[in-house]
């Protein structure tokens, strides 16, 4: 019933694979952990359930609905989100897959009984950060920057650089086109208000503002900074933030991340 993985930079998750029914329908592919359980400490089971159970079939299922009837139909999830994300007049195909497919790499990195990191994984964060130390404070400050809904990603770019990456709404590391950098729903009055937050998310550690045509970045780890996936266990203060990000950290599953780091021709 699997589909071949397609790939984008050699990378991709289990929504990259088609999962289809006897009508052809994509649906939400089954987690290494169950939602009754939580991930400990960083989601109970309620949040998960929110997350997954609720947050992630609904997009699935619309993501269903709006390619009925169009060339998406024949399409792996995973070209659907590529192939909308190159086009202007797919906006709601775009949000709706590129959520999913997010949401899904977001989970997928977590785990309540989390491998610790290897050598040769921390001496790859300590090249391109100085320290673990000094990875994660970014990735916090990167986080707690922004201001709105979005992801705050671990990413790869074209010369092999870890690097960090903000996306607003349901933007993708995948195309230049539609990262969404910036909350294109904010007024002049909120982005202001971005502007002068003391949590700027630029650093020397930062993706670079502007990309060349055609470039993207590889992901590698992320967390979704939705506040459907924070409210029910941490409520809405900055402190709650914080204590999620501390707690993002410690059910990281590293082997994931390394296999996404040290990947020998994609998976």
């Known amino acids: 019933m699997l589909r071949s993985v397609l790939r984008l930079h050699k990378v991709a998750s289990p929504l990259a694979t088609s999962f289809r029914a006897a009508a052809r329908l994509h649906t939400v592919p089954l987690l290494p952990y169950t939602v009754e359980a939580g991930v400990a400490p960083l989601l109970s089971p309620t949040a998960l359930k929110i997350i997954y159970s609720d947050h992630q079939t609904s997009l699935v299922d619309r993501v269903n609905e709006l390619i009925i009837g169009t060339p998406y139909e024949e399409k792996a999830f995973y070209e659907v989100l590529i192939d909308s994300a190159r086009s202007l007049n797919e906006v709601q195909i775009f949000n709706n897959a590129s959520q999913a497919w997010n949401n899904d790499f977001f989970l997928r990195s977590l785990s309540s009984t989390p491998s610790n990191m290897s050598v040769a994984l921390t001496k790859r964060i300590v090249d391109c950060f100085g320290s673990v130390e000094m990875f994660q404070r970014e990735f916090t400050t990167n986080a707690l920057a922004l201001f709105g809904s979005g992801w705050t990603w671990l990413v790869e770019d074209k010369d092999g650089r870890l690097v960090l990456l903000n996306t607003y709404n349901a933007g993708s590391p995948h195309h230049r086109r539609r990262m969404q950098r910036h909350d294109e729903s904010a007024t002049n009055s909120e982005l202001a208000t971005q502007a002068q937050n003391s949590y700027a998310g630029?650093?020397?550690?930062?993706?670079?503002?502007?990309?060349?045509?055609?470039?993207?970045?590889?992901?590698?780890?992320?967390?979704?900074?939705?506040?459907?996936?924070y409210l029910t266990d941490y409520g809405v203060t900055p402190e709650g933030r914080q204590r999620y990000l501390e707690n993002f950290f410690k059910t990281v599953d590293w082997s994931v991340v390394e296999s996404r780091v040290f990947r020998a021709g994609g998976f």
Do not use: F
């Open 202 to 229: 630029v650093s020397k550690h930062s993706a670079p503002a502007k990309l060349l045509a055609n470039n993207s970045y590889t992901p590698i780890l992320c967390i979704s900074m939705w506040e459907h996936a």
